[in-house]
Nanobody
């Protein structure tokens, strides 16, 4: 069982930056791949980024590639999402997710989910 708690959301102007954090409980953090998804109001949840168990492999949605960076600190049981050059269309609730299996596809549905943190980008 892995419990996830996101933080770092907020209101930012277009072009600005935010860093989301997701703290995980349990001693199995390093055995799980991690990722971020988002859901805008009235839209389906969409994949944002994922990182392998060791942190050596990352994969991004085309809409955020080059602007967002996912990273993890296994010693701190934390995964991060650095978001730069934010756009109005990045406004959404951002969810952290974890799974024992690494995934590199936007269609994979991880086993564990956090409660989400709101990111609002003003235009």
């Amino acid at each position: 069982q892995v419990q996830l708690a996101e933080s770092g959301g907020g209101l930012v102007q277009a072009g600005g930056s935010l860093r989301l954090s997701c703290a995980a409980s349990g001693r199995t953090f390093s055995t799980h791949a991690l990722g971020w998804f988002r859901q805008a109001l009235g839209k389906e949840r969409e994949f944002v980024a994922t990182i392998s168990k060791s942190g050596g492999v990352t994969y991004y949605a085309a809409s955020v590639k080059g602007r967002f960076t996912i990273s993890r600190d296994n010693a701190k049981n934390t995964v991060y999402l650095q978001m730069n050059s934010l756009k109005f269309e990045d406004t959404a609730v951002y969810y952290c997710a974890a799974d024992p299996t690494s995934w590199y596809s936007g269609s994979y549905y991880p086993r564990y989910w956090g409660q989400g943190t709101q990111v609002t980008v003003s235009s």
